[in-house]
């Protein structure tokens, strides 16, 4: 068994053949956790695992999708249609639909400061709301007792000194920092998400420092697709090629990568 513990299989890029897409990941002893980025795609995920004996889901609200009047959203046709505006954060309907047997984790939540307004007041408003919905996210998890599934992008600091302030333990998803930044996070208990970004940034020091106990592989697909893959598209079982990358990096066996990853994700989300 090898865990691909961040997959969009819930996303409009599948409709087309998703059953497909299942089936090979149950062929080859794969097993998803299918992670939701607003309402919508949480309500899909939360399907496709009662559906599905190899697939768990995650719910949340993604910070690019919280309701804001200060930036236009942009829409991608991989994902799906959601409403333009955006969406309001309801604490009561996320807990709701967590009552579900197969929601392992909160997420994918977190802070997003890549498209942002333009000038500074609106900027701080922009980051205020976006600290707002990950904090009562936080709570959710916190009240739950899930772990989190983090987002972050271009706003490290910030995530960290909310995390540091919380109790809740969880994996930062598609890791792009520096080896302190992965070192404060395991310091905190978290896991480190490594997915087929390593393919494009040169991560291979953070993987070599990042202990194997910390690790948890992903693919974040449909996005990120390893080059041995040799399609667009990514999807779960091409989870095995970021095994094999990290094994390289670490100078250890693929089989030694599998076992301690799917431990890891076994043990974070009680699967």
Do not use: W
Not at 106 to 133: N, R, S, W
Not at 148 to 161: D, G, K, L, S, T
Request: hydrophobic share 40%.
């Amino acid at each position: 068994m090898i865990i691909d513990t961040h997959s969009h299989l819930n996303f409009r890029a599948y409709d087309e053949n998703r059953e497909e897409v299942i089936k090979r990941t149950q062929e080859e002893d794969v097993v998803c956790i299918d992670v939701g980025t607003k309402y919508e795609t949480s309500q899909n995920a939360i399907k496709l695992a009662e559906a599905n004996e190899n697939i768990y889901a995650a719910i949340g609200l993604h910070p690019i999708h919280i309701k804001s009047d200060l930036l236009k959203i942009k829409m991608d046709e991989e994902e799906g249609g959601f409403m333009p505006l955006g969406e309001e954060f309801d604490y009561e309907k996320y807990k709701e639909l967590a009552k579900s047997k197969k929601v392992v984790a909160i997420g994918e939540v977190g802070l997003d400061y890549y498209y942002k307004p333009k000038g500074t007041a609106k900027k701080e408003l922009f980051k205020q709301k976006q600290k707002e919905v990950f904090i009562k996210q936080l709570d959710l998890a916190e009240e739950l007792n899930l772990p989190v599934i983090v987002h972050c992008r271009m706003a490290y600091n910030n995530v960290y000194e909310i995390l540091k302030a919380r109790k809740v333990m969880g994996v930062m998803h598609c890791f792009v920092g520096t080896s302190e930044e992965m070192q404060s996070l395991v310091d905190l208990g978290f896991y480190i998400g490594i997915n087929g970004i390593i393919f494009k940034l040169d991560l291979d020091e953070v993987v070599k420092k990042v202990p194997l106990d910390r690790i948890l592989l992903e693919t974040d697909c449909p996005y990120l697709t390893p080059p041995k893959a040799g399609v667009e598209r990514n999807e779960p079982i091409f989870v095995k090629y970021v095994a094999e990358k990290v094994s390289e990096i670490k100078g250890i066996s693929f089989d030694e990568v599998v076992a301690q990853t799917t431990a890891n994700a076994k043990n974070l989300f009680k699967i």
